[in-house]
């Protein structure tokens, strides 16, 4: 499967979009919140593990090392196979906020390269906001990319991720599930 | 009294650093002008092509703004605050710098292993000049003999000849070099290295590397004030300071998300950081260290390259 949620095979092709490898001249950014009847520290027990992605709807499984610590890697691997590797950059649970990185994905799985993501909870008694952004170029790396492959494609794909992973975190949440 | 002495400060601090700064605003497709004096947006002028990287002229005059989307060199009129001329190039245009006598117009394209030569004023490409992989940063020596070029994918820094325009020197830096930057008297020139998360200290006369610095993650451009070096970190959202003689750290300022664009204000008493993810450029004060204000300009500022403007009233005082 796909991560933008689309049913795809595995993807055949191999992709790497390893640290400042090559990339298209525009970075693209989004940000993209939703509002959580719960307390902070409720939602935080769902998102707040890093070897734990299971609330993103096309994750089947999130295997990784170091826990919550600074570089710790996860490998995600999505419905119908598709593997994410990702690393995690800044983690404090005081703040409720973390950013990682994804270290390789096929842009066939999401149409981007040199992705790095902030998550963070906030909120005041019983009412909470996560916000989710992204920073990241999009999967053809020069110029007059393909349309499946360039700027619109990107912020589409990581913009429907992200609306999909929040309002499973709500609903997660809201059910006390 | 006390307001009366802040209202006297802020009077002085005015007339020592009546700057502009022009910001280019990548996804919102403009250029943002501040008056760093009032820290407010004087004017707001569309560009197009999703602007990146800018060089101010040595005069004041001219800011030439690069679109690597739009392939495209933007000649804007600094005074008028208007778009004089849109000038069509090819790849994608992106590191930018002008030669001291104020023509010709060096651009990088970061598709291909050469720089364009553009007269700006034949509207022309008049030579391309090869250098390494995905040149990025640009810089001319103050003598105006000798252009710099960062090729990122190739880790060094070129040097060219700006009278025979050949490639006289590479110099091997560190990973993914992506800004360069001389210092005022052309004796070194600094990168900043994307992979290795350090500046490289170039000896320019001798054309070798005298010393690395490490410094914050994913490392964009280094500015320069007063013998410190101020350095973007990307992914720490910081700034890394240290001082050009010693190399050694002097401290890491907390910016605003992405931090990009970095230069001096003419008299060297502050900094000015263009935060990409934030829409706002962090002021550092450059003896204290210290953010001491934060500006809002548009969309996705990158601000690469020489983006600081004297007034007339500071240029010719």
């Known amino acids: ?177 | 009294m006390r307001a009366a002495m802040v209202a006297l400060s802020l009077v002085v601090a005015g007339a020592a650093s009546a700057d502009e700064a022009f910001i280019t605003n990548q996804n919102g497709d403009d250029l943002t002008v501040l008056d760093l004096a009032t820290g407010k947006t004087v004017a707001t002028i569309p560009i197009g092509g999703k602007p990146a990287g800018v060089a101010v002229s040595a005069d004041g005059a001219r800011v030439y703004v690069t679109s690597p989307e739009g392939k495209a060199l933007t000649v804007v009129d600094a005074a008028g605050r208007t778009v004089l001329d849109r000038i069509s190039l090819e790849g994608g245009p992106l590191g930018v710098a002008v030669h001291p006598g104020g023509s010709p117009v060096y651009v990088a394209d970061w598709y291909a292993k050469h720089i364009l030569v553009v007269d700006p004023v034949a509207r022309a490409v008049t030579a391309r000049v090869d250098v390494g992989a995905s040149p990025s940063g640009l810089a001319v020596t103050p003598d105006g003999a000798t252009l710099l070029s960062a090729d990122r994918d190739s880790d060094q820094v070129s040097f060219v000849d700006l009278k025979t325009l050949h490639r006289v020197a590479t110099v091997p830096v560190g990973q993914r070099p992506f800004g360069v930057t001389i210092d005022r008297d052309g004796r070194r020139a600094y990168t900043a290295n994307v992979g290795s998360n350090d500046v490289s200290v170039i000896d320019i006369a001798s054309r070798k590397v005298v010393g690395v610095v490490k410094v914050g993650e994913r490392p964009y451009v280094v500015g320069l004030a007063a013998d410190r070096a101020f350095v973007s970190n990307q992914y720490a959202e910081s700034v890394s300071v240290f001082d050009v003689t010693t190399l050694q750290t002097l401290a890491t300022v907390p910016v605003g998300e992405y931090p990009e664009g970095v230069e001096a204000s003419a008299d060297q008493t502050k900094i000015y950081v263009a935060n990409w993810f934030s829409n706002a450029v962090s002021v550092i004060d450059v003896a204290t260290l210290k953010v001491e204000n934060t500006l809002d300009v548009g969309d996705g500022p990158r601000a690469f390259g020489a983006f600081i403007r004297p007034t007339p009233r500071q240029a010719k005082p």
């Open chain 1, 1 to 177: 499967m796909k991560f933008q949620l689309l049913a795809a095979a595995a993807a055949l092709l191999v992709g790497f979009a390893g640290a400042a490898e090559a990339h298209g001249p525009t970075r693209q950014k989004t940000t993209q919140s939703i509002e959580i009847n719960a307390a902070p520290d409720k939602v935080w027990t769902v998102i707040g593990n890093f070897q734990d992605m299971s609330w993103l709807p096309p994750v089947e499984k999130t295997e990784g090392s170091g826990g919550n610590d600074k570089d710790a890697t996860r490998t995600l691997t999505l419905k119908g196979g598709a593997t994410v590797k990702e690393q995690l950059t800044k983690y404090d649970a005081d703040t409720k906020t973390y950013a990682y990185r994804i270290t390789e994905v096929d842009v066939k799985v999401l149409p981007v390269t040199n992705y790095s993501s902030h998550i963070s909870v906030k909120g005041e008694g019983d009412k909470s906001t996560v916000t989710w952004q992204g920073a990241f170029y999009r999967g053809f790396p020069n110029n007059d990319p393909p349309p499946e492959l360039s700027d619109e494609a990107a912020i589409k794909a990581v913009n429907e991720l992200y609306q999909a992973g929040l309002a499973s975190v709500k609903e997660k949440v809201e059910k006390g599930s």
